[in-house]
């Protein structure tokens, strides 16, 4: 064994620090390390090919493209933000911290696919977002709206990494499992996943805090109302 | 039997007609991303079973598509900074309104019948069976599910809006679109993963932080463990990339073999620990970069830097964790 297969490494830090298009870098970068091991090119491109259609289940989430696209063209993003502003008591905080804790306990059942970037932040949450930040300060400038959706897309993403890991059928869970058993480590599913929730814990609280300093912050510098 | 295939060649179709509808509009470079990733999709089980029965050449001329893929991508990304999609016409936005008012509270319907029917789906399969077989593949029941819940969704939404299917398709090829080359970057990461894997990458890394840490040190050998998980995660975009190198080079060997770690908690904590690094990497494209295109936003980095103080934080918890507990 040779250190030489380190240069797809190389490869994908030059790239990133170039600004190249992070897809052909990484291209690249296999290509580099499989050629540096002594690939013969038939081999190198077969598991290419082989590793790409074996991993086509993380691109299912476009199939929600279709309905999504469809409701969109008839206002649903609109639609949600007359919603919520109904609410009256509503403000961001409390929208985001309750999308939170659901996302957590959705995900700790399993059930990761349920929302997401695609299917659930830009038709629903950041919409609303944008309508409870809105209502607390008036009309929100072009940065402010950027910052309040990036937020609600963050918030989806935390939700969903320190949840999973408590469900039991996931694929870290499994994974973690599966790598020890390559190793000849016996070791019981139920205690891993147990073990993944103080960090879950944890999360809630840093990003629940998180999200109200956001809030507050953006009500002192506008002198307005409850957030 | 509905199997994970079936869902698959459905997305195979959605992407074949982003590509007639770039082709149609001579985007060349948009037509033939898409069109090759709907072959992959269509195509991907007879390629994986033609490996397995001994047969090379469809997984090699893939090996070629991930390539043409690959440069596509980044000439498709070149031709839209150059030609930048035209702002919404007041009429459509006016439009959107007023649909809004008229079909009020419906229009969330068929949004939640995806989570709903997720469920619904899943709770029920397992009871279903149809001449001794069951209806829905067990092993892979939850993205089955997805799949199916999507389908009863857009008929719900083409009958509450009276759109004709071929608007469905319309409407996925804009969102496709919008998201461009970053929707296969998760795909390429993963083939990268499994490259890295076969040349033995990891062993390599894990034998230089092995020997450049203080081994007798057990905090050291934490800290390093989880430095070691956040750096190769930003790399990869994946703890699971990560998981396996760290584990194998720091983790058993040191915290399990030297100084009697839980190796439990070990890799729960560890992989957390590594998903601090997916909340801040853009390689990360599908949480990090794909919802910048979606919610079109100024700059690449403005989900991440909502991210970073949360993951920064919970990084330190997480090794503060590991110290106590391990």
Not at chain 2, 133 to 148: D, K, R, T, Y
């Amino acid at each position: 064994m040779t250190y030489a297969p380190l240069i797809g490494v190389a490869v994908v830090v030059a790239g990133f620090a170039w600004k190249r298009n992070p897809v052909l870098v990484v291209v690249l970068a296999g290509i580099a390390s499989g050629l540096a091991a002594g690939k013969a090119p038939g081999e190198l491109l077969a598991m290419l090919g082989k590793g790409f259609v074996a991993n086509r289940s993380l691109m299912l989430f476009a199939v929600t493209f279709p309905v999504i696209g469809v409701l969109e063209r008839a206002g649903l993003r609109e639609r949600a933000r007359a919603w919520i502003a109904g609410f009256a008591r509503l403000t961001l905080a409390r929208l985001l911290i309750v999308y939170l804790a659901a996302r957590q306990i959705v995900s700790a059942l399993g059930l990761t696919h349920i929302a997401g970037q695609p299917q659930t932040v830009r038709p629903l949450l950041a919409p609303m977002s944008e309508a409870t930040a809105a209502r607390a300060n008036g009309a929100l400038s072009a940065g402010e709206r950027d910052r309040v959706r990036a937020l609600a897309a963050a918030t989806d993403n935390i939700g969903l990494f320190f949840g999973e890991d408590i469900f039991l059928a996931f694929g870290a869970v499994l994974l973690i499992k599966g790598f020890y058993d390559t190793q000849g480590l016996a070791i019981d599913p139920t205690r891993i996943s147990r073990w993944a929730i103080p960090t879950a814990l944890a999360a809630f609280v840093i990003h629940a805090a998180r999200i109200a300093w956001f809030a507050r912050r953006r009500r002192d510098r506008s002198g307005g109302g409850p957030c | 039997m509905l199997t994970l295939s079936h869902v698959y060649v459905a997305l195979g179709a959605v992407f074949f007609a982003a590509a007639i509808f770039n082709l149609r509009e001579r985007r060349w470079a948009a037509a033939g991303f898409w069109a090759i990733l709907g072959l992959a999709f269509v195509t991907g089980d007879a390629i994986l079973a033609a490996d397995k029965a001994g047969e090379a050449w469809p997984a090699q001329a893939m090996g070629l598509g991930v390539i043409a893929l690959a440069v596509l991508a980044a000439l498709s990304a070149r031709a839209r900074a150059r030609r930048p999609p035209a702002a919404e016409p007041e009429a459509v936005i006016a439009g959107r309104e007023r649909s809004a008012a008229r079909l009020g509270n419906w229009l969330f319907v068929p949004a939640l019948a995806i989570p709903g029917g997720m469920i619904a789906i899943v709770l029920v399969a397992p009871a279903l069976a149809w001449r001794g077989q069951p209806v829905i593949e067990p092993s892979q029941l939850a993205l089955i599910a997805l799949g199916v819940a999507a389908v009863i969704a857009l008929i719900a939404a083409l009958a509450l809006t009276r759109s004709r299917p071929m608007h469905g398709l319309a409407e996925a090829r804009r969102l496709l679109d919008t998201i461009g080359w970053a929707v296969i970057l998760p795909m390429m990461l993963a083939t990268l993963g499994a490259v890295f894997k076969d040349t033995h990458v990891g062993d390599a890394i894990a034998r230089l932080v092995g020997a450049v840490i203080p081994t007798d040190n057990r905090a050291a050998c934490i800290v390093a463990y989880g430095v070691g998980m956040i750096v190769f995660t930003i790399i990869m975009g994946n703890a699971f990339a990560a998981f396996p190198v760290m584990t194998a080079g720091i983790g058993l060997p040191l915290l399990v073999g030297v100084h009697h770690a839980d190796p439990a908690a070990l890799g729960a904590i560890g992989m957390l620990t590594g998903y601090c690094g997916t909340l801040v990497t853009p390689m990360a494209a599908n949480f990090n970069i794909v919802p910048v295109l979606l919610l079109e936003l100024d700059s690449e980095y403005s989900v991440i830097r909502q991210q970073w103080p949360t993951a920064v934080v919970l990084a330190v918890f997480n090794v503060i964790l590991m110290i106590a507990v391990l």
